[in-house]
């Protein structure tokens, strides 16, 4: 018998003045009452209770124990159910991580709106592009762009990663439209290198029948920032293939234009996730988090199989 249940049995012996009242209480038998009793008494060393054939009396000592004990118990219950409070009611501190490109142009302008539906949630962003450990480093919650497998996280699919082949009006007025991947060893094209692994993003661009295969090509100008990628795009620099809530503001200015239809990466782990640990109660902030994130992803056109970059016009159309 564990010692919670010995302590629940002596406070049941205290208020009903003997064992086969605390049994009734606790739903067991007298000798158990009688046992778990002993047991506690070995332990302390302690006489808790003066026992004759009519009555039951508790000592000094077993008061005094009975006092802490039922605060004890009292103190228990109170946190117990100030911390399934805080479990269902959307409240305290929300740590997020975000990829950084995601957490500008998506989610920041999100927030003014998640903090007036839910006051009572206050927020600590973290904006970098690193995979860290959230469970280590105490994240309630991480956007990012494809996930590490580990079997003690949830990967919850936002929408998935798009690419779009955009480029300035101005260059292509300046330098003509490519009509091939070929044509592109005479144009400029932004690169972007990762900062995780150092290496260029790879290009995947249409061949004659439509279907995008990865191209090597010589990139004039290189970043590891992806903001910056889309500014020197619009800027006229050259192309660059753009997620697609990296090319969205530009596209929809005017100062970018899309060349050909979106593409999608066929790997599972392409996307946009919110990434959590596992755990069999979902604290209500981040429950509340996901849920509106989630619809004003919808209320954008995307969706977990879905982004608005599939229905964007392109120059050129595949047959």
């Known amino acids: 018998m564990d010692k919670l249940r010995s302590l629940e049995i002596f406070l049941a012996t205290c208020d009903g003045g003997s064992f086969a009242a605390a049994a009734r209480t606790c739903n067991t038998d007298p000798s158990t009452v009688s046992k778990a009793i002993a047991r506690l008494e070995a332990q302390l060393g302690l006489t808790l209770f003066q026992r004759s054939t009519r009555q039951l009396r508790i000592t000094t000592p077993g008061k005094r124990y009975a006092d802490t004990v039922r605060k004890m118990m009292q103190d228990l219950s109170t946190c117990e159910d100030e911390l399934k409070h805080l479990n269902d009611s959307p409240g305290g501190t ?56 580990d079997s003690r996280l949830v990967a919850r699919r936002l929408s998935p990663m798009d690419f779009l082949t955009c480029v300035s009006p101005q260059y292509l007025q300046a330098h003509g439209t490519p009509r091939c991947a070929e044509d592109f060893h005479q144009h400029s094209w932004i690169g972007f290198r990762i900062k995780e692994t ?58 970018l234009v ?57 120059l050129i159309h595949f047959p």
Request: with cysteine; hydrophobic share 40%.
């Open 258 to 314: 899309s060349l050909y239809p979106y593409f999608r990466p066929p790997q599972p782990d392409n996307g946009v996730f919110a990434i959590y640990a596992k755990r069999d109660y979902l604290p209500a902030k981040v429950r509340v988090f996901i849920e509106f994130i989630t619809s004003a992803l919808e209320v954008m056109g995307e969706s977990s199989n879905h982004t608005w970059a599939e229905d964007w016009p392109s």
């Open 94 to 149: 929300l740590r997020i991580s975000s990829a950084a490109c995601y957490g500008h142009l998506y989610l920041r302008p999100l927030l003014q709106a998640f903090c007036q539906r839910y006051p009572a949630i206050k927020l600590e962003l973290e904006i970098n592009d690193l995979h860290v450990d959230i469970i280590e480093n105490d994240i309630d919650i991480a956007l990012r762009t494809g996930y590490v497998k």
């Open 198 to 255: 150092q290496q260029l993003q790879p290009v995947f661009l249409p061949d004659g029948r439509g279907e995008y295969q990865p191209c090597e090509l010589a990139r004039s100008h290189i970043t590891d920032d992806g903001e910056a990628m889309a500014y020197m795009c619009s800027d006229g620099l050259g192309f660059a293939q753009l997620p697609h809530f990296l090319a969205k503001q530009g596209l929809n200015s005017g100062a």
